[in-house]
């Protein structure tokens, strides 16, 4: 569960301090309460952050 009352699906490794990242284009943020556009409308809002990563 994250600080904002978010729960989701991940891999039996995810530990406290970790970083939710939904990823742009993907099908479905697996994040209870974010799967409906939420993130896009929490990014106007301010109330999530949007960045650009690379990842190689």
């Not at 952050?49 to 990842?55: G, N, P, S, T, V």
């Amino acid at each position: 569960m994250t600080k904002k009352g978010y729960m989701g699906l991940g891999y039996d490794t995810v530990k406290e301090g970790d970083i939710v990242a939904v990823v742009m284009g993907g099908e479905v943020p697996y994040v209870h309460g974010i799967m409906d556009g939420e993130v896009m409308k929490g990014v106007e809002n301010g109330e999530f952050e949007k960045k650009r990563i690379r990842i190689k």
